[in-house]
């Protein structure tokens, strides 16, 4: 473009030199109105053709680039500066459809599904683009040929005038058709740049990119430990947490360095074949624990802490089992220990004080009534209340609960249980109540009067703190001598010996095998 108004402007100022010299050697200035009103029509038809003609160019220089191979972009400019609307809209649809196939191309092959079907759809596009193109240029052929025969005819007519006359009207015509030619490109070079500048950006490319033979990410190594570390701090979390959250002591150790002026009665470990039955109030019929495992361990040294703090006379023969919370676990305790005495030959008995949460008539699985509410109320002999365990190759002596009164508080709290105390002091060598949690219920506070030891009971990482404690100031306030037994400790198998007697057998195979060794020893 720019090429093509340096050469028109340079013809114009040729002939606007040639016009004034011929003028001014001749002395003809101007011409008749007629001859100028036939230079204005011819230069308007001369106008009229070069537009034409720079249409067709355009037009031959886009069929020249659609019918080219590997799919050439077309200029857009090219398209728009033809004014058909159109085509306006194909070169839109082509053009995004060429960036969209770019964009896919850094992603899938010629092959993928994607780019085939999209070079169907260009394809579409660009052969509807040289049809239009092909009807836009023979229209403008045809509209060149009519324009060519309208200024031959001008030209025709031209001849009547005089030589001289003839001469400034050709150099006037030539005039005026370069100068409109000149402002018809100048125009077009207008238009040019601002389509130019609304495509180019200010972007620019200060460095190539690095294209590495290997991804650079994701990194396997590093984003394991990386999330090896995040994943142990949230379990070190999770940890923290529930220990800060917990509510319970989370050691025997913990329990002793917080209570430390109680006397320690024992220590039990968790004894699995003893559990509650899902959320009811009955347990598992008593199982006696093996006296080879560390359960039966702990057991018989309960047992003889209970022997050392009797002594002589009655002292701490009558025990009561307590405890600040359901599920301690002390009817486990009391009937495991009440087992025990009974295997070592002493005459025990045991009393299920708990009223109103009664389980010993389900741990020796035996009838609850009638038991001590009926005989309480002088409703049932004692004798006809008690139950006399044998299925332990033992005596065993069990006053169950009975049924459950409207007011237990009312019927422990009677002269008639304090006179059973005495009664059973007197009997038997070792009394053991099972009795519900204090302070929870007041049934305790009647007991605790009767008995010669409260034995509290605590389960390591189940009883609350904040419950223990009113449990421990309410036995405080009582005055009755107290001793802590902490049932769930864990055990070291490091300091239990565990003795396995051979049998017979075993030992009958031993010497057989001693006897062939000799006999082959001996051949030797």
Same mark, same amino acid.
């Given at each position: 473009?720019?090429?093509?108004?340096?050469?028109?402007?340079?013809?114009?100022?040729?002939?606007?030199?040639?016009?004034?010299?011929?003028?001014?050697?001749?002395?003809?200035?101007?011409?008749?109105?007629?001859?100028?009103?036939?230079?204005?029509?011819?230069?308007?038809?001369?106008?009229?053709?070069?537009?034409?003609?720079?249409?067709?160019?355009?037009?031959?220089?886009?069929?020249?680039?659609? &019918?080219?191979?590997?799919?050439?972009?077309?200029?857009?400019? =090219?398209? !728009?500066? /033809?004014?058909? #609307? +159109?085509?306006? *809209?194909?070169?839109?649809?082509?053009?995004?459809?060429?960036?969209?196939?770019?964009?896919?191309?850094?992603?899938?092959?010629?092959?993928?599904?994607?780019?085939?079907?999209?070079?169907?759809?260009?394809?579409?596009?660009?052969?509807?683009?040289?049809?239009?193109?092909?009807?836009?240029?023979?229209?403008?052929?045809?509209?060149?040929?009519?324009?060519?025969?309208?200024?031959?005819?001008?030209?025709?007519?031209?001849?009547?005038?005089?030589?001289?006359?003839?001469?400034?009207?050709?150099?006037?015509?030539?005039?005026?058709?370069?100068?409109?030619?000149?402002?018809?490109?100048?125009?077009?070079?207008?238009?040019?740049?601002? &389509?130019?500048?609304?495509?180019?950006?200010?972007?620019?490319? =200060?460095? !190539?990119? /690095?294209?590495? #033979? +290997?991804?650079? *990410?994701?990194?396997?190594?590093?984003?394991?430990?990386?999330?090896?570390?995040?994943?142990?701090?949230?379990?070190?979390?999770?940890?923290?947490?529930?220990?800060?959250?917990?509510?319970?002591?989370?050691?025997?150790?913990?329990?002793?360095?917080?209570?430390?002026?109680?006397?320690?009665?024992?220590?039990?470990?968790?004894?699995?074949?003893?559990?509650?039955?899902?959320?009811?109030?009955?347990?598992?019929?008593?199982?006696?624990?093996?006296?080879?495992?560390?359960?039966?361990?702990?057991?018989?040294?309960?047992?003889?802490?209970?022997?050392?703090?009797?002594?002589?006379?009655?002292?701490?023969?009558?025990?009561?089992?307590? &405890?600040?919370?359901?599920?301690?676990?002390?009817?486990?305790?009391?009937?495991?220990?009440?087992?025990?005495?009974?295997?070592?030959?002493?005459?025990?008995?045991?009393?299920?004080?708990?009223?109103?949460?009664?389980?010993?008539?389900?741990?020796?699985?035996?009838?609850?009534?009638?038991?001590?509410?009926?005989?309480?109320?002088?409703?049932?002999?004692?004798?006809?209340?008690?139950?006399?365990?044998?299925?332990?190759?033992?005596?065993?002596?069990?006053?169950?609960?009975?049924?459950?009164?409207?007011?237990?508080?009312?019927?422990?709290?009677?002269?008639?249980?304090?006179?059973?105390?005495?009664?059973?002091?007197?009997?038997?060598?070792?009394?053991?109540?099972?009795?519900?949690?204090?302070?929870?219920?007041?049934?305790?506070?009647?007991?605790?009067?009767?008995?010669?030891?409260?034995?509290?009971?605590?389960?390591?990482?189940?009883?609350?703190?904040?419950?223990?404690?009113?449990?421990?100031?309410?036995?405080?306030?009582?005055?009755?001598?107290?001793?802590?037994?902490?049932?769930?400790?864990?055990?070291?198998?490091?300091?239990?010996?565990?003795?396995?007697?051979?049998?017979?057998?075993?030992?009958?195979?031993?010497?057989?095998?001693?006897?062939?060794?000799?006999?082959?020893?001996?051949?030797?």
């Amino acid at each position: 473009m720019n090429g093509q108004l340096e050469k028109v402007r340079t013809a114009l100022a040729t002939a606007d030199g040639k016009l004034a010299r011929y003028q001014s050697h001749s002395g003809l200035l101007s011409v008749t109105s007629n001859a100028q009103a036939m230079i204005t029509q011819m230069t308007n038809y001369e106008s009229q053709r070069n537009a034409l003609d720079l249409k067709l160019k355009n037009l031959q220089q886009v069929s020249s680039e659609l &019918s080219g191979k590997g799919g050439s972009h077309v200029d857009s400019y =090219l398209v !728009t500066s /033809l004014n058909d #609307s +159109v085509l306006n *809209s194909l070169s839109e649809k082509l053009v995004t459809a060429q960036n969209r196939k770019a964009s896919l191309a850094t992603m899938y092959t010629d092959r993928a599904p994607e780019i085939q079907q999209l070079d169907k759809e260009i394809a579409s596009i660009r052969s509807a683009i040289s049809s239009v193109i092909h009807n836009q240029e023979v229209q403008t052929q045809q509209q060149l040929k009519s324009l060519d025969g309208a200024i031959e005819q001008y030209k025709g007519k031209m001849g009547q005038y005089p030589r001289e006359a003839l001469q400034v009207l050709s150099l006037t015509r030539s005039t005026e058709v370069l100068g409109k030619l000149y402002m018809f490109l100048l125009e077009k070079q207008k238009e040019a740049a601002i &389509s130019r500048a609304s495509t180019i950006t200010k972007n620019r490319i =200060l460095d !190539t990119a /690095l294209v590495h #033979s +290997v991804p650079v *990410s994701p990194k396997a190594s590093k984003a394991v430990l990386i999330g090896a570390f995040l994943g142990l701090l949230l379990g070190l979390a999770v940890v923290f947490a529930r220990f800060l959250l917990h509510k319970g002591f989370h050691s025997d150790e913990g329990i002793l360095s917080r209570y430390p002026s109680i006397p320690l009665f024992g220590k039990l470990p968790e004894y699995e074949a003893f559990q509650s039955v899902g959320d009811s109030a009955k347990i598992k019929p008593i199982v006696p624990s093996d006296p080879r495992s560390t359960y039966g361990e702990a057991l018989r040294l309960l047992r003889g802490k209970l022997y050392l703090d009797s002594g002589a006379g009655n002292a701490g023969k009558v025990l009561m089992f307590s &405890s600040a919370f359901q599920g301690d676990g002390k009817t486990t305790v009391v009937s495991q220990l009440a087992v025990a005495l009974a295997k070592d030959g002493k005459r025990a008995l045991l009393i299920d004080a708990d009223l109103r949460h009664p389980q010993l008539h389900s741990a020796f699985d035996c009838k609850q009534s009638p038991g001590l509410a009926e005989y309480l109320a002088g409703n049932a002999k004692l004798e006809d209340c008690t139950r006399v365990m044998t299925r332990f190759d033992v005596p065993l002596t069990c006053l169950p609960s009975g049924q459950t009164p409207d007011s237990p508080v009312e019927l422990i709290g009677k002269e008639r249980f304090a006179e059973l105390i005495d009664k059973a002091r007197s009997e038997y060598d070792y009394v053991l109540i099972d009795t519900p949690p204090f302070p929870v219920l007041s049934d305790g506070l009647i007991i605790a009067r009767l008995v010669d030891r409260l034995v509290s009971v605590i389960r390591v990482g189940e009883t609350p703190r904040s419950a223990f404690k009113e449990h421990i100031q309410g036995v405080a306030e009582i005055g009755c001598p107290q001793a802590l037994l902490i049932n769930g400790a864990p055990t070291s198998q490091g300091g239990v010996y565990h003795y396995h007697p051979r049998s017979s057998v075993r030992l009958d195979l031993e010497n057989r095998v001693r006897s062939l060794i000799s006999q082959f020893q001996r051949k030797r």
